[in-house]
């Protein structure tokens, strides 16, 4: 078991050495996605420290997206002006133990990884040529 789980860490240090700066970001849609899930189900079952972990690894996820905007580019600071929002929607849902708004950042969250998956297809698209994804 512990021979596995080392593999595994090894795989995702990999993971996240090798991502492009895309692949990097799309990480962290994924990984806050995880943290909301969990932070619901941790409400659900009434673990309110676990709830509140998960939220605040949600947050600083959301932290570091913010920080990696380059403000130069007019829709990053469209993009600010929504983490910031997702940020305090965060800090009330862990304040009030509101399922349904950890759902509303869920949704923009997916939006937005969803969104950045596309940007990446079409990238590779660009770069690789058509039907090509660039794999051997």
């Known amino acids: 078991m512990a021979a596995n789980l080392t ?3 090894a795989y995702k240090q990999n993971s996240v050495t ?3 700066p895309g692949e990097l970001t799309l990480m962290l849609y994924n990984g806050c996605l995880k943290f ?3 932070a619901k189900l941790a409400i659900q ?3 309110i420290q676990e709830k509140n972990t998960n939220l605040i690894k949600a947050q600083a996820i959301i932290s570091e997206l913010m920080a990696t905007l380059n403000m130069d580019i007019e829709v990053s600071k469209n993009m600010f002006a929504l983490y ?3 940020n305090h929607r965060l800090v009330e849902a862990n304040i009030k133990n509101d399922i349904a708004l950890i759902e509303e950042v869920e949704g923009l ?3 937005f990884r969803d969104t950045w998956k596309e940007v990446i297809r079409i990238n590779r698209q660009q770069q690789f040529g058509q ?3 660039g794999q051997i």
């Open 36 to 38: 909301l899930h969990k």
């Open 84 to 86: 910031e929002y997702i």
């Open 7 to 9: 593999a595994q860490n």
């Open 18 to 20: 090798t991502a492009s």
């Open 131 to 133: 039907g090509n994804t």
């Open 109 to 111: 969250v997916t939006e």
């Open 45 to 47: 079952e009434k673990n």
